[in-house]
């Protein structure tokens, strides 16, 4: 294990359902970060929150609603999805935002694999 | 291409031989770093590699880094079977805060027993 937990793991949902992902960390970090990844393309930042407070959203659909309650805990709200979501949703954590002259890394979670039927 | 693009894509070695990826990128980077990630589960921290170095190493890893030709190098030697996963590359641009960092596509790499 990482430091940086994701449930579930695996999801199936439907294009009307109502889901939520959920990410958890105790490494004492300030920064949390969503990110999707789908076949054969980068990683795609979708947000980042620094402190509790959103900082990024990198036009993300708003069919994904992020929520962070504290710096321990994150979450990703899922409505109305379409197929083409279908990808492995990834958090990841560090130390604060990671600066170019700091480079402690993000720590990732597992990821929640996700399919949209 | 995108910035941190690795290259090859995809590659296939015996265990035993010396893996490298290669990494470039477009703009001008604090650092850059490599990540390793198995099937289905999350990216591990490899190592880091500032702009202001030309060679880190770490294990059975070593990195290098050209900014004047904007390019990295992995080098994975004597491969092992587990060392098979992904791996990407990530740069943060000098210019726009850490946020920004950008991960390549990755290389497959498949070490084969």
Known sequence: ?117 | SQQGEEDPQALSIQEGENATMNCSYKTSINNLQWYRQNSGRGLVHLILIRSNEREKHSGRLRVTLDTSKKSSSLLITASRAADTASYFCATIPLKGGGFKTIFGAGTRLFVKA
């Open chain 1, 1 to 117: 294990e990482t430091g940086v937990t994701q449930t579930p793991r695996h999801l199936v949902m439907g294009m009307t359902n109502k889901k939520s992902l959920k990410c958890e960390q105790h490494l004492g970090h300030n920064a949390m970060y969503w990110y999707k990844q789908s076949a054969k393309k980068p990683l795609e930042l979708m947000f980042v929150y620094n402190f509790k407070e959103q900082t990024e959203n990198n036009s993300v659909p708003s069919r994904f609603s992020p929520e962070c309650p504290n710096s321990s805990h994150l979450f990703l709200h899922l409505h109305t999805l379409q197929p083409e979501d279908s990808a492995l949703y990834l958090c990841a954590s560090s130390q604060d935002l990671l600066r170019g002259d700091r480079g402690y890394g993000y720590t990732f979670g597992s990821g929640t694999r996700l399919t949209v039927v």
